[in-house]
């Protein structure tokens, strides 16, 4: 059961990741909108993401009998969910260095979108070193987290 739950903050943690990203490059689409007005959007989507996660999880585990609907529960929820805002953060720091004016507006978002890609393609390799993969089965699932990264950024432009 201990492997099944680093499974789950570590998917926790992916999911915040690819919801940063997404936000981000959804909202940098907003010409009105600045980095800072994004950071705060995609930390606030992030914890109402986390909210709702547990939330969610408390109630079903309540209606399939499988644990309490009480206020320890709903800490543990929480808790196993926390994954998925620490996620969505190395996405959002880039952002802030435009209203910092260490970068433009534009390459803040821009990098908060290349920082949560790489984000992903950190967490392909991983796994598949953890898997034992050699060099190329590594760089290959790195490849394919950094394709997903760029089609979901790509899946923006349907929305926006």
Known sequence: ???????????????????????????????????LQVAVAVVVTAAVFWI???YADVLARGLVGTGGAGFAQARAELAR???????????VLPLLLGPLGVISDDSAETAGIATGIAM?????MAIARRRGSGLIGIATSAGVSVLFGIVVVGLKSLVA
Do not use: F, K, Q
Not at 82 to 91: D, F, K, T, Y
Not at 120 to 124: D, E, H, K, P, T
């Open 1 to 35: 059961m201990r492997e099944e739950g680093a499974a789950e903050n570590l998917a926790s943690g992916i999911y915040g990741t690819i919801l940063s990203t997404a936000l981000i490059a959804a909202y940098s689409e907003d010409p009105g909108s600045d980095p």
């Open 120 to 124: 992903l393609a950190v967490w392909g």
């Open 81 to 91: 969910e926390w994954p998925l805002v620490l996620g969505s953060l190395p996405p």
């Open 52 to 54: 709702a996660h547990a």
